[in-house]
């Protein structure tokens, strides 16, 4: 990739050469892309922040035996849930609750920051105001 302009000068609409904020016109390759860098290396090859480290090849023999454990521990969970007399519908029953619950509050948290929003405060102070607490 080549980093300097064309030879050929800047034009602007009106087809005429284009100047510097100080008035003055470009000289034909006087600008590059980074002329004056403080890093030695500015052309060098991108380095992503994400460093990916070679993932343990797994064989589909190790990924069945785990998935068998995990499901081992989900069937003793449940046991144990329903040995403490839980029953798997209930449990989803309030699961389904608390699905609702959240929505129901998030559609609250909406409605107190466009009020906050309007009034020019902000939700904080909005909870005292309507007597709610922090934590709700």
């Given amino acids: 990739m080549n980093t300097e302009q064309s030879p050929e000068p800047h034009r602007s609409p009106s ?9 003055n016109s470009l000289k034909k390759g006087a600008l590059k ?7 030695k290396k500015v052309h060098s090859n991108f380095k992503s922040p994400l460093q990916v480290t070679g993932i ?15 499901r081992e521990k989900l069937d003793a969970d449940i046991a144990q849930l329903e040995a403490e007399g839980y029953r798997v ?3 989803e ?12 509050k998030d559609i609250g948290q909406s409605l107190l920051g466009r009020i906050a929003a309007l009034r020019g405060t902000t939700t904080r102070d909005l909870y005292s105001h309507f007597g709610l607490e922090l934590e709700d």
């Fill in 15 to 23: 087809n005429s050469p284009a100047s510097t904020p100080g008035g």
């Fill in 33 to 39: 892309r980074t002329p004056f860098s403080k890093f």
């Fill in 56 to 70: 343990a090849k797994v064989s589909p023999e190790e990924e069945v035996a785990e998935l068998e454990r995990s």
């Fill in 89 to 91: 519908e209930e449990l």
């Fill in 93 to 104: 029953h309030h699961i389904d609750m608390l699905h609702e619950y959240n929505d129901i």
